[in-house]
């Protein structure tokens, strides 16, 4: 199993970014990918998911995301997209994407990870 995560960059404040998650090795509808966002000295947050086709592709956001990112997968493509709008400074981190080819969302520990794509949102 492999992801690779791209589309990250620079952007000011109120700005959009949509990243990609290239899924291979797998049929990601049939698993949960989830995306995750680690800032410099903080932890690693999770904030969001999409659920396995077979658990009706549910979506979860993170409160701090809610409402300014979407989720989403085409199925064509083997990619889930993070639709980032209205992105604020503190969006600014490394962004992964990972699977541990469960059907839900859990919560649990991913085994599976992308390499991360830098997102910087400055004036």
């Known amino acids: 199993v492999q992801l690779q995560a791209s589309g990250g960059g620079s952007v000011q404040p109120g700005g959009s970014l949509r990243l990609s998650c290239l899924v291979s090795?797998?049929?990601?509808?049939?698993?949960?990918i989830g995306w995750f966002r680690q800032a410099p000295g903080k932890e690693r947050e999770e904030i969001s998911c999409?659920?396995?086709?077979?658990?009706?592709?549910?979506?979860k956001y993170a409160d701090s995301v809610k409402g300014r990112f979407t989720i989403s997968r085409d199925s064509a493509k083997n990619t889930v997209y993070l639709q980032m709008n209205s992105l604020k400074p503190e969006d600014t981190a490394v962004y992964y994407c990972?699977?541990?080819?469960?059907?839900?969302?859990?919560?649990?520990?991913?085994?599976?990870w992308g390499q991360g794509t830098q997102v910087t949102v400055s004036s």
């Open positions: 990972a699977t541990d080819t469960e059907e839900d969302c859990g919560p649990y520990e991913y085994s599976y």
């Open positions: 090795g797998i049929n990601s509808d049939y698993y949960a």
């Open positions: 999409i659920s396995s086709t077979y658990d009706d592709s549910k979506l």
